[in-house]
């Protein structure tokens, strides 16, 4: 079984900047792709980031230029680097993980930011 734990949420002021991680545990080897997605209140669950083992990475058009994924060489941790936070950043954000035999998720970090 694959864990998936995130960190690194908190407040910060428009403008400014958060790092979020993702640790996953378990059999981790075969995933192929590693995700941020985010919910705001009464909005659907949407991408942010999207890194495969490809190297190729996607992202939201809202956030492109901004927001950055990566990952450590063992692909059992990766990040999503937010510079120039804006206030409709704020959401629950989780970490995804998939393989052929999963699709796994965190249990979310709040992101809030201030005007």
């Known amino acids: 079984q694959v864990q998936l734990v995130e960190s690194g949420g908190g407040l910060v002021q428009e403008g400014g900047s958060l790092r979020l991680s993702c640790a996953a545990s378990g059999s981790t080897a075969g995933i192929v792709a590693m995700a941020w997605y985010r919910q705001a209140p009464g909005k659907e669950r949407e991408l942010v980031a999207r890194?495969?083992?490809?190297?190729?990475?996607e992202y939201a058009d809202a956030v492109r230029g901004r927001f950055a994924i990566s990952t450590n060489k063992a692909r059992n941790r990766w990040y999503l680097q937010m510079d120039s936070l804006k206030v409709d950043d704020t959401a629950v954000y989780y970490c995804?993980?998939?393989?052929?035999?999963?699709?796994?998720w965190g249990q979310g970090t709040q992101v809030t930011v201030s005007s």
């Open positions: 890194l495969r083992i490809t190297r190729d990475t």
């Open positions: 995804n993980a998939v393989s052929s035999a999963f699709n796994k």
